[in-house]
């Protein structure tokens, strides 16, 4: 595997590039309300881009249609922005990834809609939870394998499942990079981490089993057994003794 290594003075750039795509996520916000349909928040989200001198690197990637993907309920990810109108107690993730100068910065959360049942609001706080357990697992000199692990632990403990169909990944000059970052325990501790490496963290946890499925229009994931699903994601940049959260 050859992952890249940015040089200190990139990391300034990656830095502009998700503070953008986080700034995304706090404006879409207070949009997210009962009666909006998905298309009025991504056509909201891509003029919020466009606007702030960015494209968007999911329209026209590999044939995505729309700015973001919009994922409600026991869909997992990949959500095609449309009719769909929220209502409320729905949960729905918004990933946005920006294009920035050539840098990618790729974030998401789930929101809830008004209020949720006790079994939803719980999976939306593990999935969050989850990530920065991810997160905190991230030591230079440490191996990408420690990720999945922590996550594992953590989520187990909550009785909930962690979806193995999608990962997260290198980022930087490219959207998906070596390496393929597991949120699970694979038993296969992976690369060492080193200054300098950018990459996401995107764990997806479902209230049921982790399997998944991808619909007629080629791209939603929705779980196999129609549960929830919430997922919450950072592109993170290691640093010589430590990790910064880029989109925080
Ligand atoms: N942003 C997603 C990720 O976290 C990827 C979306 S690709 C798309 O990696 F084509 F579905 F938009
Ligand atoms: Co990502
Ligand atoms: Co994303």
């Given at each position: 595997?050859?992952?890249?290594i ?9 830095r ?26 991504d056509?909201?989200?891509a ?42 107690g ?51 000199g ?15 403990k ?9 990962c ?59 549960s ?9 940049a ?7 959260i880029?989109?925080?």
């Amino acid at each position: 595997m050859n992952i890249r290594i940015y040089k200190e003075e990139e990391i300034a750039q990656m830095r502009k590039a998700c503070q953008l795509a986080r700034n995304v996520l706090l404006f879409i916000e207070p949009h997210i309300k009962d009666g909006a349909s998905t298309e009025s928040l991504d056509d909201l989200c891509a003029h919020f881009i466009a606007e702030h001198g960015a494209t968007s690197a999911t329209l026209g990637y590999r044939g995505f249609p729309k700015s973001t993907c919009i994922s409600v309920n026991n869909v997992v990810c990949h959500g095609i922005p449309g009719s769909y109108k929220l209502k409320n107690g729905d949960i729905v993730n918004l990933d946005v990834t920006v294009i920035l100068d050539g840098w990618f910065g790729d974030t998401s959360k789930t929101f809830i809609v008004g209020s949720t049942t006790k079994l939803a609001e719980r999976l939306v706080k593990v999935a969050e939870d989850a990530l920065y357990e991810g997160i905190k697992s991230v030591k230079p000199g440490g191996y990408f394998g420690d990720i999945g692990k922590a996550i594992q632990k953590f989520v187990d403990k909550h009785g909930f499942s962690i979806v193995r169909d999608y990962c997260g990944h290198g980022i930087g000059q490219l959207f998906h990079d070596e390496p393929v970052i597991l949120h699970y325990a694979s038993g296969d501790q992976g690369e060492q981490i080193l200054p300098g490496m950018f990459f996401t963290i995107e764990p997806m946890i479902n209230a049921g089993s982790f399997k998944t499925k991808v619909q007629k229009d080629g791209w939603t994931a929705t779980t196999v057994d129609k549960s929830l699903s919430a997922q919450f994601e950072h592109t993170i940049a290691v640093t010589d003794n430590s990790t910064e959260i880029l989109t925080l």
